[in-house]
């Protein structure tokens, strides 16, 4: 049984696992000490190199990614904020908006009493 559990574990993880542990594996089953735990400490040894290995690789491809939405993002929002007018600006066209429109008001209003009255020249 453990002849068979290290000719598995050589064959898939040939190039993955460290030949020193395969070969440390191989001393203890012969001599008869636990060959679980040595099993078991090339089996974590494996998956933490893996799990290292593609997590690199992935977090660096994420964050190539999200700092190009963000760059893309503050250049939408840098040409935005460069179109918009200025708040004084708004403010005082508003209230230039009112005054015309109150004149007029005021001038629309006399000159319909002027024309209703009859006293039009």
């Given amino acids: 049984e453990c002849r068979?559990?290290?000719?598995?574990?050589?064959?898939?993880?040939?190039?993955?696992?460290?030949f020193t542990e395969v070969e440390?594996?191989?001393i203890a089953c012969a001599t008869g000490s636990d060959w679980r735990n040595a099993v078991s400490d090339i089996s974590i040894n494996l998956r933490r190199e893996i799990a290292d290995k593609a997590n690199r690789e992935e977090m660096i491809a994420y964050i190539r990614r999200e700092v190009d939405s963000l760059t893309e993002n503050l250049a939408t929002t840098q040409s935005t904020v460069d179109t918009?007018?200025?708040?004084?600006?708004?403010?005082?066209?508003?209230?230039?908006?009112?005054?015309?429109?109150r004149k007029f008001g005021e001038a629309h209003s006399e000159g319909r009493w002027l024309w209703r009255s009859g006293k039009v020249c």
């Avoid at 918009?84 to 429109?101: G, M, R």
């Fill in 84 to 101: 918009k007018c200025d708040t004084a600006v708004v403010n005082q066209t508003i209230a230039d908006l009112e005054s015309v429109t």
């Fill in 24 to 26: 440390g594996l191989k």
């Fill in 4 to 18: 068979k559990e290290v000719g598995r574990l050589n064959e898939k993880v040939n190039s993955k696992v460290d």
